[in-house]
């Protein structure tokens, strides 16, 4: 009897063993593309299947590193992407920043291919980091922080991207999105077809005084970072309490967060890091 028990405690502890081995060694290294296709009731032809790719918290620096970087690159460059968004966190915290690190992270940003535009807004462990502004133009991308772009292609209709900075900023997003509010309202007819907003936290959106965007894209919540069978994610971060998982309809508005490739944490648990790519289509 006691050399079944004996049996049954080492093969539960080689089961552990080899679940705590395969979240730290192995799924916190892998990169998957989440695809999604998102309904616009008129889409016109010129923006029929718009490809969106969405890529939040890389954390470079901590378990995202340059040859990580190389590998995403390549794999968003395949996709044939029409926009590209950083929704914060490109950077973690605890990086030892150089010129020479700052100037090859950009390089590779810089490598990413899209066809109309790429946009970037920060997250928390960003704000470390005077660099970061420098990172991302340098890199091809528009710092998005609380200001707006506007989107052409092949001809006079218009997808409106806005952004908002990490709610760690302390700025109300009401007062991070009134110049982006104010343009909006200036339109009495033929505005926009379609309008998006990309953040970091996503649970800061219940605080808009009015949300006029169709689509709001954020990051930071990591999916969970650890998901179980029957009970799901474990780690909720302040800031993705409420709005944790891939997506949301909130009245007219669809919320997606994705898992992000990176995080604080070197470990992961059915909850395999990714980037997102969306699809506009016809209803």
């Not at 029409?82 to 940003?109: E, F, H, P, Q, R």
Request: glycine share 6%; with cysteine; net charge positive.
């Amino acid at each position: 009897m006691k050399k079944h028990f004996l049996k049954l405690f080492i093969i539960i502890i080689l089961i552990i063993g080899a679940i705590i081995a395969y979240g730290f060694l192995i799924e916190p290294k892998l990169i998957t593309v989440k695809e999604q296709k998102i309904t616009i009731d008129s889409c016109p032809d010129i923006f029929f299947f718009f490809k969106i790719v969405h890529n939040p918290d890389l954390h470079y620096g901590h378990n995202f590193n340059e040859e990580n970087l190389k590998k995403l690159v390549k794999s968003i460059n395949e996709q044939k992407p029409d926009i590209v968004v950083l929704t914060g966190d490109l950077l973690d915290k605890n990086t030892y920043m150089t010129a020479k690190k700052a100037n090859k992270i950009s390089k590779l940003l810089n490598q990413i291919e899209a066809t109309t535009g790429k946009y970037a807004v920060n997250g928390e462990n960003d704000l470390n980091f005077d660099e970061w502004v420098n990172i991302v133009t340098n890199g091809g991308f528009k710092d998005l922080n609380n200001t707006y772009d506007t989107i052409y292609k092949n001809g006079y209709q218009n997808i409106f991207i806005a952004g908002a900075s990490t709610s760690q900023d302390k700025l109300s997003i009401n007062d991070k999105l009134k110049t982006t509010n104010d343009y909006l309202n200036s339109f009495e007819k033929n505005g926009p077809i379609y309008k998006i907003l990309i953040l970091h936290e996503p649970d800061t959106i219940d605080d808009l005084n009015v949300n006029p965007f169709d689509l709001i894209l954020a990051g930071h919540s990591h999916g969970g970072q650890i998901k179980l069978p029957l009970i799901g994610p474990i780690i909720l971060k302040e800031g993705a309490q409420k709005y944790y998982s891939n997506h949301y309809k909130i009245k007219n508005t669809d919320l997606y967060i994705s898992n992000g490739l990176g995080s604080n944490y070197n470990f992961r648990l059915l909850n395999t890091p990714s980037y997102s790519l969306y699809r506009l289509v016809r209803k």
